[in-house]
């Protein structure tokens, strides 16, 4: 079993910043790749950037210059640093981890309680 443990939501106003935190523990051999998820209600859920062991990062589209992901792999953590924030950025954003299990050989996807991210004047 994994356990994920997130931190750093709250309140912000436009234009501010936030830093979200993820730290995984458990029976984790090795972690594959680490990413935040968001939702807004009545939205679907939508990615908004992962990152590998390896330090490769994907983004999405909307977030592309505002955030930034990162990890310290000794620490099984990743971390979210958005800047910029736009109302539009509210929902409830979730860590994942997706740990490769060598026996059998297969991978196991792992997700954190949510955390709120509001921004609002």
């Known amino acids: 079993q994994v356990q994920l443990v997130e931190s750093g939501g709250g309140l912000v106003q436009p234009g501010g910043s936030l830093r979200l935190s993820c730290a995984a523990s458990?029976?984790?051999?090795?972690?594959?790749?680490m990413r935040w998820y968001r939702q807004a209600p009545g939205k679907q859920r939508e990615l908004v950037a992962e990152?590998?062991?390896?330090?490769?990062?994907n983004y999405a589209d909307s977030v592309k210059g505002s955030f930034t992901i990162s990890r310290d792999n000794a620490k099984n953590t990743v971390y979210l640093q958005m800047n910029s924030l736009k109302p539009e950025d509210t929902a409830v954003y979730y860590c994942?981890?997706?740990?490769?299990?060598?026996?059998?050989?297969?991978?196991?996807?792992?997700w954190g309680q949510g955390t709120q991210v509001t921004v609002s004047s």
């Open positions: 458990g029976s984790i051999v090795s972690i594959s790749a």
């Open positions: 990152i590998t062991s390896r330090g490769a990062t």
């Open positions: 994942n981890a997706q740990i490769f299990r060598i026996y059998p050989g297969v991978y196991e996807d792992y």
